[in-house]
């Protein structure tokens, strides 16, 4: 990934990697119905919930971020900080949720 990439970017290109091996996929909207440190997107990729929290390769992780980090691997789903579209298949390879 380049210098200077967006944000955005990073995760487009993780969305549309998830619909070409089939997942399904939703952004999460900040606001009133949504909770400090909910992931940017959700997904489920052979059956598994994953969050996905997408930074730039300088972003920061916040306090909020990580407490929510935890809450959903305590219900065994998983929440990713992902910095790339090269991190995130990855990530989710050696997390065996595709091959």
Do not use: W
């Amino acid at each position: 990934m380049k210098q200077g990439t967006l944000e955005s970017e990073i995760k487009k290109e993780i969305k549309d990697y998830i619909e070409e091996i089939g997942g399904f996929r939703s952004a999460v909207a900040g606001g009133a119905y949504s909770k400090p440190g909910d992931p940017d997107l959700i997904a489920c990729i052979n059956g598994r919930f994953v969050g996905i929290e997408g930074k730039t390769p300088s972003g920061r992780i916040s306090q909020a971020q990580l407490e929510r980090k935890e809450e959903i691997e305590h219900a065994n789903g998983y929440y990713l900080i992902v910095r790339s579209k090269a991190d995130f298949i990855d990530q989710i390879q050696a997390l065996r949720i595709v091959q």
